[in-house]
């Protein structure tokens, strides 16, 4: 690791891995250098960059229980008795609801499903909800996306005669539930390294397995059945959650999602294609996915109940679909609306907390919407560059979701809170997790959060590094070498697009736009004559946007730090800098 900008105009220090830096010889030396420096060895090279779902396909039985599960699924239908899905109320969770659904339905099951609310249910099982899916006839409950905290819902369902499957992906407590099978890739038992995974992943590879297990016990019943399963075909809905969720797209999570954008784009899931055309999105990516398709059908969870989400998924009337679909973008428009109008109040109060020095961001208001606290911590966290909780409260009680940063496992911090007594719910992953407490042990939680963020970073405050992947000369930057970087998509966590800095750019011309007026567009003279636009998002009233604005800097020699894309404007295709930072 090297610096080659110890603070930039933004403040932050540029480090390259290794010989990043030294010269190369053509776009594809480039791209070889780039997958070097990310950690990946010259023999996987080309595994990594076609990802095939049969290339990096386990054997489903090496999770943990997996037999089990499969076997006590397979007697369920065997003996047509009603199955019960419980899922969660965002877009991993329903996802992952939909795939079960889907499959079970496919064989004649008779199958019911049952997503919680997060303003009355809140995550997970619920004692309510699981004694209803048992009056209601249901033998088997298979939950998707949560279980592995439900040890009380679990004991009940058991002694009123259901069998239990639990699949997850949730960091389990020291006991986890007795469950006939608890399929979770984090158990500590679990040797099968799949602990990436999505919900949707893990409801997937169960899939596969109950799959195969039907096919081996030779039934005449399923067979037909069993023969018209495509199984890929659910992989649209696999790469939606796990983009969703924020999981790395590395592994088999790579080979989902590049796998299922392209089934994504044979639109053969109505709901999803319905939803596609409301939103005008083309072309699947992980950014319409994430951005566009994700945002909607989280909407639903958020504000009510995110069953119409799940229904839009599962529908195969096209009038149904398109009413879930307006009815979905109409709810994100709303969702939007009550974020914004929160996040003014908690950029106050997270200044605050910054001018106290804080390393962590705890930041609660009376009565705010609860479905939007993971967006405004994501956003908060982003701006900061701090691990971020935001919470609502309300009638003593307190609900939020944190963000964090590299280097410090907010669910972990959870985890040992909730061990503490100082939340009373609570989980997550290292990046995001959720939480409840009571309103007098606010305080206590966050000197804790503090505290225990201070020690995962050693007692030093986040330093907002960024990792370059590659140094150029500007003149580089064209289509040429956009078409070579694409070959490393899909992008996303964990695989994210190469930074670059491109050197010797002189700025020619810049202006303000966007509504609002927040963003810069504008070009700069490369070494060999040639211009390279730009645009810059969210910089206007930055250092840099100031510093770019000044008519005086016009012809000032500098160095760009950000993403190279593709841009399609009226029919003509070029090469576009997304600039995020620049050093003089």
């Known amino acids: 690791m090297r610096k080659i900008v110890e603070r930039s105009m933004q403040g932050r220090a540029w480090i390259t891995a290794g010989d ?199 039934l005449s019943e399923f067979s037909e059945k069993l023969k018209s399963i495509n199984l890929l075909n659910l992989l649209d809905c696999v790469a939606l959650g796990t983009i969703c969720d924020t999981m790395a797209l590395v592994g088999l999570n790579r080979a989902f999602v590049a796998t299922g954008l392209k089934v994504m784009d044979l639109r053969h899931n109505l709901g999803l294609k319905t939803l596609m055309d409301v939103a005008k999105v083309k072309k699947m990516s992980v950014y319409a996915a994430g951005f566009v398709l994700g945002p909607r059908l989280n909407a639903a969870g958020r504000l009510d109940s995110a069953s119409p989400a799940l229904e839009l998924l599962l529908t195969d009337n096209p009038l149904i679909a398109y009413d879930l679909a307006i009815k979905l973008d109409a709810m994100n428009q709303e969702r939007i609306n009550i974020q914004n109008a929160i996040m003014i109040q908690a950029t106050d109060l997270a200044d605050e907390c910054c001018r106290r020095g804080n390393c962590s961001l705890f930041i609660c208001g009376d009565n705010w919407h609860g479905g939007v606290m993971g967006i405004i911590a994501g956003r908060l966290k982003d701006r900061y560059n701090l691990p971020t909780c935001v919470a609502t409260r309300s009638d003593g009680v307190v609900n939020g979701s944190g963000r964090s940063v590299p280097g410090v496992d907010l669910g972990a911090i959870i985890h040992d809170a909730l061990a503490l007594g100082l939340v009373s719910e609570g989980g997550g992953h290292a990046a995001a997790a959720g939480f409840s407490l009571h309103t007098d042990q606010e305080k206590a939680f966050c000197d804790f959060l503090e505290k225990s963020v201070l020690e995962q970073l050693g007692g030093e405050k986040p330093v907002p590094d960024i990792i370059v992947d590659a140094q150029m000369d500007a003149a580089g930057a064209t289509m040429k070498l956009i078409n070579v970087l694409k070959q490393m998509e899909p992008f996303g966590q964990g695989n994210q697009e190469p930074v670059l800095v491109l050197r010797g750019a002189v700025l020619h011309h810049v202006s303000v736009m966007g509504h609002g007026g927040t963003h810069l567009r504008g070009d700069f003279i490369t070494s060999n004559g040639s211009r390279l636009s730009f645009v810059g998002f969210n910089l206007v009233g930055t250092p840099v946007g100031n510093f770019l604005l000044d008519d005086a800097n016009i012809n000032t020699k500098m160095m760009l730090l950000g993403r190279l894309k593709e841009n399609d404007y009226n029919g003509r295709v070029s090469a576009q800098f997304i600039l995020e930072d620049i050093a003089v």
């Open 20 to 218: 990043q830096d030294l010269p190369f010889v053509g776009e594809e030396d480039l791209l070889r250098r780039i997958l070097a420096g990310r950690g990946i060895a010259e023999q996987d090279f080309n595994k990594f960059l076609n990802p095939s779902v049969k290339e990096y396909m386990p054997d489903p039985f090496v999770l943990r229980d997996m037999q089990t599960a499969v076997r006590v699924i397979s007697d369920s239908i065997i003996a047509h008795e009603k199955i019960a899905v419980y899922g969660d109320y965002d877009v991993d969770g329903i996802t992952s609801t939909a795939i079960f659904v889907k499959y079970l339905r496919a064989l004649g099951v008779d199958v019911i499903w049952h997503l919680p609310t997060r303003e009355g249910e809140g995550y997970g099982l619920n004692v309510d909800a699981v004694r209803e899916l048992h009056d209601a006839g249901a033998k088997t409950l298979i939950t998707v996306d949560c279980g592995i905290s439900g040890n009380a819902e679990v004991e009940m369902a058991k002694s009123l005669g259901m069998r239990v499957v639990i699949t997850d992906h949730h960091s389990p407590d020291s006991v986890i539930p007795d469950a006939d099978a608890v399929v979770n890739p984090k158990r500590i038992d679990d040797e099968s390294g799949l602990n990436y995974l999505a919900g949707v992943g893990v409801a997937f590879l169960t899939l596969v397995a109950l799959n195969r297990e039907l096919k081996n016990r030779n």
